[in-house]
């Protein structure tokens, strides 16, 4: 079964967060969770947008953990622009000091690619 909307309620030393988005360091403890966390789950948010899908699915929610701990993310469809790709995957590196540090830096890329794009 998926996780179920029960599972998902925040609860007294439990996770915070909707698992599926979650980033790596946000299952470790909320002190080593910061700004970079949400520019993670924006990568899992488009990367969705895109497949139509999860990256990471599981019926649990420590294997959901160790999946966006330690699996990288399922290949990209091949119609998917280069930069865009090259993006996504800054934005969900597993350790915060390799990912794209500010979503200043996101809107850039993005703007840049999508005026290539209309060209």
Partial sequence: RMIDEATRLTRSNQWLGTYEYMAPEAFVGRSGADHRADIYSFGIVAFQMLHGRLPFLACEPLILA??????????????????LITLL?????????????????????LAEGLTQFNR
């Fill in 66 to 83: 160790e999946m966006h701990r330690k699996y990288p993310l399922p290949p990209f469809a091949s119609t998917i622009p280069m930069w």
């Fill in 89 to 109: 995957q800054a934005c969900t590196k597993k350790k915060p000091s390799h990912r794209v540090q500010s979503m200043t830096e996101v809107k850039g890329v």
